[in-house]
């Protein structure tokens, strides 16, 4: 399962830095209000919710989304003005 391996303080709150369990980092940002309201159970299902999120095999739209999103930075893309 995903753990919580540094919580880092940014301009107007926190991020917790979310270690995956194949090395992977991730980095939640919070508002100091909105971490200072988490409970344990909560933060339980961030990185539940975080792990499922990031192990899990894209469905066919996601992959359509990341392949346009690439063509698009490649500026592979077909169409639309160019500016």
Known sequence: MA??????EIPGGYSLVIQLKDGR????????RHFRRLTPEELQRILREVEED???????????MV?????????????????
Do not use: C, Q
């Not at 753990?3 to 880092?8: C, L, P």
């Not at 980092?25 to 100091?32: D, E, G, P, T, V």
């Not at 893309?77 to 500016?83: D, F, I, T």
């Open 67 to 83: 392949r346009k999103l690439k063509e698009a930075i490649r500026g592979d893309h077909h169409g639309g003005s160019s500016r």
């Open 25 to 32: 980092k991730i980095w939640l940002n919070f508002s100091r």
């Open 3 to 8: 753990k919580i391996v540094d919580i880092e």
């Open 54 to 64: 990031y192990t899990r095999e894209p469905d066919e739209r996601e992959r359509m």
